[in-house]
């Protein structure tokens, strides 16, 4: 197991494991029209667009096991203004095989660091109400900043807000 920078290379590696992912963690919580409809393909344009966009501030890595890229965290500034956290958390996901294995820590753990380097001081992130993983966050020292609606395809979903001060 290695976690790295990602870089441009690892965008088809990337968009598998986001639409792997998804299926996966959201099936029940999102319906399964709209999880069916995502692709490797069309995540790999938006991952194309990321990485065109990607700044100094911003930051991408890689777990990579067995020969291929088993999950992937990015973030950078905070795109949140009504909370007082200078960067965000955009996406963490890992294949399902390889949950409960500790890559998962490793990366938030790495992500945290990349964040200090770019002298960061406090991260937020939103995530799903109904996904397993606010347990995770939860045990990372994430606090509950608050909640909004959202719509993700026909569905209208709760999305949490935890943060990390100090880090």
Not at 12 to 17: N, Q, S, Y
Not at 49 to 76: A, K, M, P, Q, W
Request: glycine residues 10%; hydrophobic residues 35%; proline residues 1%.
């Amino acid at each position: 197991m290695n976690i790295r920078l990602a870089s441009v290379r690892d965008i088809e590696g990337i968009a598998r494991v986001h639409v792997e992912s998804w299926k996966s963690t959201y099936n029940g919580i999102i319906s399964e029209s709209f999880l069916s409809n995502l692709t490797v393909e069309k995540r790999t344009k938006n991952w194309k667009v990321i990485f065109d966009n990607l700044t100094e501030d911003g930051v991408i890595y890689v777990v990579e096991d067995l020969g291929s890229i088993r999950g992937f965290v990015h973030g950078g500034k905070s795109r949140e203004p009504d909370f007082e956290y200078d960067a965000e958390l955009y996406a963490i996901y890992l294949l399902k095989e390889v949950q409960g294995n500790g890559y998962g820590k490793l990366l938030f753990e790495r992500f945290i660091e990349a964040l200090k380097q770019r002298n960061y001081r406090s991260f937020m992130l939103w995530v799903l109400e109904d996904n397993p993983s606010v347990e995770f966050y939860k045990k990372q020292g994430g606090q509950y900043l608050g909640k909004k609606e959202i719509q993700i395809g026909e569905d209208k979903l709760t999305e949490i807000a935890l943060g990390w001060k100090g880090i």
